[in-house]
């Protein structure tokens, strides 16, 4: 063999078959380290979230049920199914299902757990969006400034990401609808003015 190697053409193909198949032990090394890693639904939530993004909601409602069927309680599954049921205006369910994450969240969440707390303060977003949308406005500006409270990052509204996918100007954050509602309630109620379609329609559901 150590003649073998001293041709140079066998050397150099014996190079390339060795670099070919770290390549390969590598990929293959990965590949099961993901699915060893995987967290039961999390697949099923990433094909959710791209349905999301591609507005088509019903299907992404069966792709959230699906990881919630792998895996009770899934945060992304749970916050990903109330923000498609919410573009589809399915308002009550979506709040039902907010209402039962919050308390979840709340019961389980260890002071440790930055996505768990993300999580939180979106579902108290989405659930002050609801009632936002429905002229609750004191019950939304309450969720508005619990999820501010928990994690004050996501009144900077959705991420950069998101400005790509949507292609308008800055959604409307929570802080500012908040301090909005704030101001206009102070207001006698014949001079308010909570419903401005054209700025309502920036707004954007949350998940972290």
Do not use: C
Not at 58 to 86: C, W
């Amino acid at each position: 063999m150590t003649g073998k190697l001293s041709n140079p053409r066998v050397l150099r193909r014996f190079i390339i078959l060795m670099g070919v198949a770290t390549i390969v032990m590598f990929s293959v090394w990965a590949v099961i380290k993901a699915v060893k890693d995987d967290v039961p639904g999390d697949y099923e939530v990433r094909q959710g979230d791209i349905f999301l993004q591609d507005k088509l909601f019903e299907k992404a409602v069966e792709r959230f049920n699906t990881a919630l069927l792998k895996q009770p309680d899934h945060r992304g599954a749970l916050g990903g199914k109330a923000a498609a049921l919410i573009s589809l205006e399915r308002y009550q369910e979506a709040e039902d299902l907010l209402t039962y994450t919050i308390r979840y969240l709340t019961r389980t969440l260890e002071k440790d757990d930055p996505t768990g707390k993300g999580a939180l303060s979106a579902a108290y977003a989405n659930r002050g969006i609801i009632k936002d949308r429905q002229a609750r406005y004191e019950e939304a500006l309450k969720d508005y400034i619990q999820s501010i409270n928990i994690d004050s990052d996501i009144a900077d509204g959705p991420s950069w990401v998101e400005h790509l996918l949507y292609h308008n100007k800055k959604p409307s954050s929570v802080l500012a609808r908040a301090e909005y509602i704030y101001k206009q309630l102070k207001l006698p109620e014949a001079d308010r003015l909570l419903r401005v379609p054209e700025e309502d329609a920036t707004q954007r559901m949350y998940k972290p």
